[in-house]
């Protein structure tokens, strides 16, 4: 799979594998880091190829990518010596230049799945499971599905969220659409912080709050 919708090398991989110009099968592209966290957690692709400038790809993002057991290719920019040095901090060995072929992308996605993982580079077994916190630990987790169109979902999470803060404890109100979320929108928020937190004394009801669909 690929992370790098836009890019121009990204096309050429697309279109050369759809053409049988080599050997290999683009089976999901990847809008951002959440979309390829989820295919790679579905175990849906062997090996992905990844573009540097992704947002918020960081050694915890790599490291829920190998524990997926998916091998990356960083993809870093012709001549941004910066962009390769980043990747080879995050600790990624497989890097190709975004004016590589597709043939040669295919080559550098091989040669990372083909290697042996490290076994210094894999996280210890816990000895045994940590002890849960003391007091009541249970949760109520309640989903809000609809189909597309605009049905009302934001606006029923929004407001579920916000009464079931008002009742007391803590409520997280996470956008699962990796897609199109409108969450933080809805809350004001900068675009990318779209799981915010409500405690006992949530905020002012969210402009969403009307019953008309969002």
């Given amino acids: 799979m690929t992370a790098g919708v836009g890019a121009a090398w990204e096309a050429a991989l697309v279109r050369a594998c759809q053409a049988g110009q080599v050997a290999a099968q683009v089976l999901h592209r990847c809008y951002d880091l959440g979309d390829l966290l989820a295919v790679a957690a579905a175990g849906q692709a062997e090996v992905a190829v990844v573009a540097a400038g992704t947002r918020w790809l960081d050694r915890d993002a790599l490291a829920r990518l190998t524990a997926a057991g998916l091998p990356v290719v960083g993809v870093a920019s012709a001549g941004d010596e910066d ?3 980043r990747l080879r901090q995050l600790g990624l060995l ?95 928020y900068e675009h990318h912080r779209s799981c915010p937190t409500w405690r006992r004394d949530p905020p002012a009801r969210p402009p969403s709050s009307g019953v008309s669909g969002g």
Avoid at 119 to 146: C, I, K, Q, S
Wanted: charged share 25%.
């Fill in 83 to 85: 962009s390769e040095r």
């Fill in 94 to 188: 497989h890097i190709a230049s975004d004016e590589d072929p597709p043939d040669i992308l295919v080559d550098r996605a091989r040669a990372a799945l083909a290697a042996e993982p490290d076994p210094d580079d894999e996280p210890p077994v816990p000895d045994e499971a940590p002890a849960p916190p003391d007091g009541d630990t249970r949760r109520v987790l309640a989903a809000v599905w609809g189909p597309k169109g605009g049905p009302g979902r934001t606006t029923v999470a929004v407001n579920l969220a916000f009464e079931a803060a008002a009742i007391g404890g803590e409520v997280l109100l996470v956008d699962a659409d990796t897609y199109g979320g409108a969450v933080a929108h809805a809350n004001m």
